[in-house]
């Protein structure tokens, strides 16, 4: 598919035009709670700048959740950001930022489809633009509808990817089917900045257990079946054990004894559920605001203009 050119450079992107990483900006793409994307062309290829904000405009919650547990391994940096001096502060975005490009070779090095990274410059992550068999930006998980048969298999697909990313000791952190696109191979995992440790930070159970369970309930939709499934325990307790590894066939089943039942852990994930509940409820109005403004700039847009795709797309069917 062929783009034209139709907008101002951002800001924040001109220092890569300045030094020839980006040639191009070709349309927005998406303006997210953590960040802004973008549709550029770097020389012959169309790739995406996501362009972080800065901590005082996302609107990430309990980011310091997410913060828990990240290694710095430099000790001037580390008292620094304990002390939340404006050098600390500066050091924490770093990090914040550098996450999802290192998140993103890592899970690609043992095969969970993520966007290919090319490198994070100045808080700009330059990576692949996952696209529909037609060139067109792959649609997220949301706007999608599928049969019976291929909500089964893509999330046992899902379901694989959560398990070597785990292997690996990495969480999502913020998995649903917004952070899900579609492309004509199958399910992509995108939006890592959060990421966490699964050693070193004490939600990442909990984080974990909503992840999966919120690819359950979508998928779910689909194919009822999925709903009675427990894949988070049945990872987690593998994970504990140290028996979990890329060869491991999950099966979705779990018993909790009540020897092993964590009155404590139960009150958190219920808390986690309702909290995460209102952010979903929060997420969708934010879509639905997206989806005005994207209209209202298409409408201003000269006729000459880029065949704009930002917002809310139809829903798309899957091997229906």
């Not at 035009?17 to 290829?45: N, Q, T, W, Y």
């Not at 169309?46 to 309990?62: H, L, M, P, T, V």
Request: charged residues 30%; contains cysteine.
């Amino acid at each position: 598919m062929r783009y034209k050119s139709a907008m101002k450079i951002p800001k924040r992107i001109q220092p890569l035009v300045d030094d020839g990483l980006v040639d191009e900006v070709i349309r927005p793409l998406m303006s997210g709670k953590e960040a802004d994307v973008f549709v550029v062309r770097c020389g012959s290829e169309i790739r995406c700048a996501k362009i972080y904000k800065e901590a005082d405009k996302r609107n990430f919650k309990q980011a310091v959740q997410y913060r828990e547990g990240r290694k710095v391994r430099n000790s001037r940096r580390a008292r620094a950001m304990s002390k939340g001096s404006k050098f600390g502060r500066n050091q924490q975005e770093e990090i914040w930022q550098n996450t999802e490009v290192d998140v993103l070779y890592s899970l690609a090095n043992v095969g969970v489809r993520v966007p290919k990274p090319y490198g994070c410059f100045n808080g700009v992550l330059l990576m692949e633009l996952v696209s529909d068999g037609e060139g067109d930006v792959a649609p997220r998980l949301n706007d999608v509808a599928m049969s019976e048969e291929q909500a089964l298999e893509d999330h046992a697909i899902v379901m694989h990817y959560v398990k070597l990313m785990l292997c690996t000791g990495i969480v999502h952190g913020d998995l649903s089917e917004f952070n899900v696109l579609v492309d004509e191979y199958g399910p992509v995992i995108i939006d890592l900045p959060q990421a966490v440790d699964a050693a070193a930070n004490n939600h990442a159970q909990w984080m974990l257990e909503r992840d999966v369970n919120n690819m359950r309930d979508y998928y779910g939709q689909y194919a009822p079946e999925l709903l009675a499934t427990n894949y988070a325990k049945e990872m987690w307790a593998l994970f504990e054990d140290g028996e979990l590894n890329e060869e491991v066939e999950l099966t979705g089943l779990f018993e909790e004894t009540l020897e092993s039942a964590d009155v404590d852990s139960v009150l958190l994930e219920i808390k986690a559920a309702l909290a995460e509940e209102e952010e979903r409820q929060r997420r969708l109005q934010v879509e639905k605001d997206a989806d005005s403004r994207g209209a209202e700039f298409r409408e201003d847009m000269p006729a000459s203009g880029v065949d704009s795709q930002g917002g809310k797309r139809a829903k798309n069917s899957r091997r229906a």
